[in-house]
T-cell receptor, first 114, second 115 residues
C-alpha cells in the first residue's frame, strides 16, 4: 500500500459539466501521474507532475488539465466532460528515480459521462 | 516511439499448469525497463515483475518469471503452477531510461484459470 487514495471512486455526470478528480498521497513522493483505462487500450498517460506546480502532458492530454499546488494532491480536471471521457481513471506515484522503480497505482475512479 | 503489443486478448489455462503471456515491444531507446502488472476483477493494479534491458538474467519473482529475448524484443510473462487467484487481466508495460516519466502499456491479456 503506497498510501494513494482517489476521490470520488465513482461519478456519473452529464456532457458539458466540469469534473475534478483528486489523487492524494501520504508519502511526499515527487512524481505523480494520471492515466485512463479503456478496453483495448490498456492504460494511457494523460498528464504527470514532477513537483509542485510542475506538470507535463502525456499521450492523451486533450480535454484534460491538471494542477498540483501541494505535494500530496494532484488534481485532474475535465473542463467540459464529453462521453468519450467515460473511462476508469488511475492515479499513480513513482517511488524512487531508478529505471526499475515501478509505479504504484491508486484504486481508480470510474467516471461515466452521459 | 514506444509501443507495447499484447496479441492475446484472452487465454485459458488449467489450474496447476504453466502459462505464457506474450508481450512484444518496440523502442528506439538503448536502455529501458519492462514491467508486468496484474489487474484482478476488483480493479487495482498490482506490480508483478521487472526486467531491465541490460539485465543478463531473466527476472523471477516467486511463480512469475519473465522470458526476455532482447533480439526479438519480447518480454513474455510465465506463470508456473497456475492458481484460481491468477485469473485477472495482465498488462505489459515499458519505460525508457531517459524518458522515465512515460510509461507505455499494452492492451492486456485476460487470463482465466479453470479448476
Amino acid at each position: 500500500d503506497a498510501g494513494i487514495t482517489q476521490s470520488p471512486r465513482h461519478k456519473v455526470t452529464e456532457t458539458g459539466t466540469p469534473v475534478t478528480l483528486r489523487c492524494h498521497q501520504t508519502e511526499n513522493h515527487r512524481y505523480m501521474y494520471w492515466y485512463r483505462q479503456d478496453p483495448g487500450h490498456g492504460l494511457r498517460l494523460i498528464h504527470y507532475s514532477y513537483g509542485v506546480k510542475d506538470t507535463d502532458k502525456g499521450e492523451v492530454s486533450d480535454g484534460y488539465s491538471v494542477s498540483r499546488s501541494k505535494t500530496e494532491d494532484f488534481l485532474l480536471t475535465l473542463e467540459s466532460a464529453t462521453s468519450s471521457q467515460t473511462s476508469v481513471y488511475f492515479c499513480a506515484i513513482r517511488v524512487g528515480l531508478e529505471t526499475y522503480n515501478e509505479q504504484f497505482f491508486g484504486p481508480g475512479t470510474r467516471l461515466t459521462v452521459l | 516511439a514506444q509501443k507495447i503489443t499484447q496479441t492475446q486478448p484472452g487465454m485459458f489455462v488449467q489450474e496447476k499448469e504453466a502459462v505464457t503471456l506474450d508481450c512484444t515491444y518496440d523502442t528506439s531507446d538503448q536502455s529501458y525497463g519492462l514491467f508486468w502488472y496484474k489487474q484482478p476483477s476488483s480493479g487495482e493494479m498490482i506490480f508483478l515483475i521487472y526486467q531491465g534491458s541490460y539485465d543478463e538474467q531473466n527476472a523471477t519473482e516467486g511463480r512469475y518469471s519473465l522470458n526476455f529475448q532482447k533480439a526479438r524484443k519480447s518480454a513474455n510473462l510465465v506463470i508456473s503452477a497456475s492458481q484460481l487467484g491468477d485469473s485477472a487481466m495482465y498488462f505489459c508495460a515499458m519505460r525508457g531510461l531517459y524518458n522515465f516519466n512515460k510509461f507505455y502499456f499494452g492492451s492486456g491479456t485476460k487470463l482465466n484459470v479453470k479448476p
